[in-house]
Nanobody, 119 residues
Framework: QLQLVESGGGLVQPGGSLRLSCAASGFNLDNYAIGWFRQAPGKEREGVACISSRDGSTFYSSSVKGRFTIFRDNAKNTVDLQMNSLQPEDTGVFHC????????????WGKGTLVTVSS
């Protein structure tokens, strides 16, 4: 069965950090561009970061650029999202997804992991 599984969410205070991981079963993450998306309460899902499969290029939304870093962890065979300087508006369910290229239609989605930024 082909699936993505996210982990690493939780409760963090404003200004804190979290690291999310996206793991795959049934296919090789290296063959896909991997995106991270945020679904905030009452808002539309937003793409926040993507890493390409071809050359490792990374892309970020303006709301997270400079604070979030997406990278492939080859030792763990995951695509991770390091999130620093978290703010309450970062609260939401974070999903990872796989596509042939960044910005393309996503072929596979994970169920998500909840991030809550609150004091």
């Amino acid at each position: 069965q082909l699936q993505l599984v996210e982990s690493g969410g939780g409760l963090v205070q404003p200004g804190g950090s979290l690291r999310l991981s996206c793991a795959a079963s049934g296919f090789n993450l290296d063959n896909y561009a991997i995106g991270w998306f945020r679904q905030a309460p009452g808002k539309e899902r937003e793409g926040v970061a993507c890493i390409s499969s071809r050359d490792g290029s990374t892309f970020y939304s303006s709301s997270v650029k400079g604070r979030f870093t997406i990278f492939r962890d080859n030792a763990k065979n995951t695509v991770d999202l390091q999130m620093n300087s978290l703010q309450p508006e970062d609260t939401g369910v974070f999903h990872c997804a796989a596509a042939p290229v960044c910005g393309g239609d996503m072929d596979y989605w994970g169920k998500g992991t909840l991030v809550t930024v609150s004091s």
